[in-house]
């Protein structure tokens, strides 16, 4: 069985990662495993190992199109940064927890030996997730058109309501005066539409989820649609700009405008470890079932 090929990828590297990167690599070496690494992470690592020399990559059209793993490296929000790399080349992602809660970026640093054996025995599932694809026939998106978690569209303003108009397959659905509207991946049901009082889905899900942001109105609550259906928003002008968001790509909109949202045709393809769970995450990362008083 030949050998994987690994690229790896991080936005930067923490003081206490620099180590455990450095035997990473040189145990790919010592074991003839080919890799790539994202070069700003390598003149990062130079600095403190001058003599590290190793293929590179800068963006989507530079990954080695023989990658059969990814490592992101980092926070949740360097594996959304991912998805504007990997796009739909179908690489399974693993990500490696550098940041805080790490609900996507599951691996901890001191476990990435054990980790890459377990790639290795395949002994792993891989999690297809759903993207989510925005257009506007009004503009064009100024950034990558899909997100992993969410689109949303938020007011700019303290004072004022937001009036969005939502229809679905064609049939409309609501006019919501809030601060703003959250659609969903079953992803992203852990993240804003949490946060929001939104419903949480196990990841694999297709389906998605419109959430409002402090609804106007108490009786509007967040809905659960199919994955095929297509959304139409409407967003009316008011004396403010809105923010639309995806992930944590922004956008500014200043004037009347629509925006089409549905399921993309493509998946982002994470790498579930065995003994690894998303049960598992739910009760360790939000901490369900703990009491506080033992």
């Known amino acids: 069985m030949s050998s994987p090929f690994i690229s790896i990828f991080g936005r930067s590297l923490p003081d206490n990662f620099i180590e455990p990167l450095k035997n990473f690599l040189l145990s790919l070496l010592e074991r003839k495993i080919p ?57 399974p992602i693993l990500g490696v927890n550098t940041g805080r809660l790490g609900f996507l970026s599951e691996i901890f640093p001191e476990d990435l030996p054990k980790a890459l054996e377990k790639f290795l025995k395949k002994e792993f599932t891989i999690q297809p997730r759903n993207v989510l694809e925005i257009h506007s026939p009004s503009i064009p998106i100024p950034t990558y058109p899909f997100a992993l978690n969410d689109f949303t569209i938020k007011k700019s303003d303290h004072d004022t309501l937001s009036r969005i108009t939502v229809s679905v397959d064609g049939e409309f659905l609501n006019t ?29 899900g297709r389906q998605l989820i419109i959430s409002p942001i402090a609804s106007h109105n108490l009786t509007v609550r967040p809905i659960i649609i199919p994955e095929q259906s297509i959304i139409k928003i409407s967003v009316e002008k008011r004396p403010f700009p809105h923010v639309g968001t995806l992930d944590n790509r922004n956008i500014l909109i200043r004037d009347q405008i629509d925006f089409i949202v549905r399921s993309a045709t493509f998946t982002f393809n994470i790498v579930q470890l065995q003994g690894n769970s998303f049960f598992q995450t739910l009760r360790s990362k939000l901490m369900w079932g703990v009491d506080k008083r033992n």
């Not at 809030?178 to 939104?198: C, E, R, W």
């Open 176 to 204: 919501y005066w809030a601060d703003g509207l959250i659609i969903s991946t079953a992803t992203g049901s852990t993240a804003y539409n949490l946060s929001v009082g939104g419903p949480i889905l196990t990841p694999c």
């Open 35 to 91: 890799f790539a690494i994202f070069e700003p992470i390598l003149c990062e690592l130079r600095q403190h190992v001058p003599d590290f020399t190793f293929p590179t990559f800068i963006n989507h059209d530079t990954i080695p199109e023989q990658t059969s793993l990814l490592l992101s490296i980092g926070g949740d929000g360097t594996m959304l940064e991912t998805l504007t790399l990997v796009r739909d080349k179908n690489i």
